[in-house]
DNA sequence: CGCAGATTTGACAGCCATCAAGGTACGTGG
DNA sequence: CCACGTACCTTGATGGCTGTCAAATCTGCG
């Protein structure tokens, strides 16, 4: 298969929302987040994707997607266009099975986002998302000691949890404070697991 | 296809969360609501079954869904087993198309919901909710006058949109006051359109 | 009629948004 | 190396939306 490289600097839109679309891209190397643009100029991120990450898994069976795709880090990724992705799915079983879990995985991920931004407190949310990228750095082996890449500004940890930049701040300092992260040059460490965990079960 | 008619009376649970699931069900007649239970007894809802329905389309590739599924008025419908489920896919491929496209829609449906849980007002939320549920009856013609059937309780719209009973009825209560909107007898009938989309859509 | 569940209304409190100002980090060009 | 601009972060003051608690009324049904 024929792969596109292609790079995005921070920032940059590489998908937008409501416009015909025909690939599928597949992250190399930094982060990027999908969003639905909202009227008033703010957005609702509902997932950000790591390198090993694809923009979306539904493109086969859509002609336009209502999420855009926004590069947070500089980005390098490649490009499947439809027909290459159609071709790769039919020809093999396995990963045709791959894609569907994948699919399924992002639906669930979805409802829970869903249910975080109902039902639970600024403080929850915000411990949910760390503890939620904190769990898929293990599962990709790159946490030592609690610690991990962190490139999110605070406006996109706003975007995600729904919340205002200002009370992000507000939330991620008081956490800085007990003692439960640490976030600096980009990195996040969590220092008191169980505590995190705790706030964000009840 | 052997159909396997059931019933339940209103308010009894048909899926339970986390539990193996083998089968599907397809809703007959009566409405039915897909819920994630959270802690301290609450619950999301995520979407409303009305008859035509499928509770899931992702049972292939899970073993067990994140879902509960409750009557919400008294219940007919039918299940098929994973098994006739895989075979129907397999045999149809229109089917198999009409599945995954019912399943994005779901996705997409899903998003939606997350961005009103984390973005709009209690008053956006529910106009958002009642012009959702017009829309889906309009396209089963079932539409006269702006009156459609709507057996929801206030308990339900609460947990569909993560609202308290009590807000809930005093944003009814003032939709009514303003003429928008009218309940009586389990029916919904939309008095003021322009507005109520005004409200929904800003 | 009586009871359980549902709805409505009032009083009050708390969480989070908004507005505003000042501080910090970082890249760019002189 | 320094000046400067732009984005980003922090902190305080204030207010509004929505939750919580409580009690009264209504509805449907046995």
Redesign the interface.
């Known amino acids: 298969v024929a792969h596109l490289h292609k790079f995005a600097p921070k920032r940059r839109t590489i998908y937008r929302a409501n416009e015909a679309y025909s690939s599928v891209a597949f992250i190399r190397d930094g982060w990027a987040c999908a969003y639905?643009p909202?009227?008033?100029g703010?957005r609702?991120i509902?997932s950000f994707l790591l390198p090993g990450d694809i923009t979306s898994a539904?493109a086969?069976?859509?002609e336009r997607s209502?999420?855009s795709i926004e590069a947070i880090t500089d980005l390098h990724y490649f490009t499947l266009n439809k027909a290459q992705l159609i071709e790769a799915l039919s020809a093999n079983q396995k990963i045709f099975?791959a894609f569907?879990?994948l699919?399924?995985e992002?639906?669930?991920e979805?409802?829970?986002?869903?249910?975080d931004?109902?039902?639970r407190s600024a403080e929850q949310r915000i411990a949910r998302l760390i503890l939620a990228l904190l769990k898929r750095h293990i599962e990709r082996d790159l946490v030592h000691d609690g610690r991990f890449p962190f490139p999110l500004r605070l406006r996109h940890i706003a975007d995600a949890?729904?919340l205002t930049v200002v009370h992000v701040s507000r939330v991620i300092g008081a956490m800085r404070k007990l003692g439960l992260i640490k976030i600096e040059r980009r990195f996040l460490t969590v220092l008191d697991l169980p505590e995190l965990q705790s706030i964000g079960?009840?």
Chains 1, 2 share one sequence.
């Open positions: 639905i909202l009227p008033k703010s609702q509902l539904a086969v069976f859509q209502e999420t099975n569907c879990k699919w399924v992002r639906k669930s979805m409802a829970n986002l869903a249910a931004l109902g039902h949890t729904g079960n009840s």
